[in-house]
């Protein structure tokens, strides 16, 4: 059973248009929630994190929402650069453990 | 900028060989994972480490082994290889828990 869904494959966004990326996810036990970015055939890229008692982090052009009652969040990058595309994945964290659970990922495409 | 490294980038072997994969992190971080990604695939935890002498399995069955005899070195032996372990294998390392810091990966195949 996957705790941390990424319900849509990809995304196509017009440069200069918000992006936004969804996750979802079950375990009410996360504490902290992270995104990364991922070229392909490199490492994921740290972006933003959010801890589990807020609602709202925000760096530069990347904001993370935390919505709890709905166990949903979601990352807005604005605007779009054509160098955004890549794949996003969200992560979370469990309480009192070192694990980190992933997404699938999402693949975001910005075009010119 | 994370500062953790993985060598070598691309292998290509021959079923049956040995092999280590190397991950060194100059941040001085106890914390150090091994995972691994198949294409479209979430990561999947196959080994941590707290510190110097101290290593766990994750949540993936693998049949790889760590060591981490100092902090900042992790690597990752395959005694024997096999076509089922072509996969990406990722290094990472944390300074706290709400930040990861990844290496750029080893894309192993094994033929």
């Known amino acids: 059973d996957q705790q941390v869904k990424q319900n849509s494959p990809s995304l196509s966004v017009q440069e200069g248009r918000i992006s936004i990326l969804n996750c979802d996810y079950t375990n009410s036990m996360f504490d902290y929630f992270l995104w990364y970015k991922k070229y392909p055939a490199e490492g994921p890229t740290f972006l933003i994190s959010i801890s589990s008692i807020k609602d709202k982090n925000e760096d530069g052009r990347f904001t993370v929402f935390l919505n709890k009652s709905a166990k949903h969040l979601s990352l807005h990058i604005v605007p779009s650069q054509p160098g955004d595309s890549a794949v996003y994945f969200c992560?979370?964290?469990?309480?009192?453990?070192?694990?980190?659970?992933f997404g699938t990922g999402t693949r975001l495409k910005v075009l010119a | 900028e994370a500062d953790i490294y993985q060598t070598p980038r691309y292998l290509v072997i021959g079923t049956g060989k040995k092999i280590t994969l190397e991950c060194s992190q100059t941040?001085?971080?106890?914390?150090m994972y091994w995972y691994q990604q198949d294409p479209g695939m979430e990561l999947h935890l196959i080994h941590y480490s707290y510190g110097v002498n101290s290593t766990e399995k994750g949540d993936l069955s693998s049949e790889s082994t760590v060591s981490r005899i100092r902090t900042e070195h992790f690597p990752l032996t395959l005694e024997s290889a096999r076509p089922s372990h072509t996969s990406q294998y990722l290094c990472?390392?944390?300074?706290?828990?709400?930040?990861?810091?990844f290496g750029p990966g080893t894309r192993l195949t094994v033929l």
């Open positions: 992560a979370a964290t469990i309480s009192g453990t070192y694990k980190y659970i």
């Open positions: 990472a390392s944390r300074p706290d828990r709400n930040t990861q810091y």
């Open positions: 941040m001085g971080h106890d914390k």
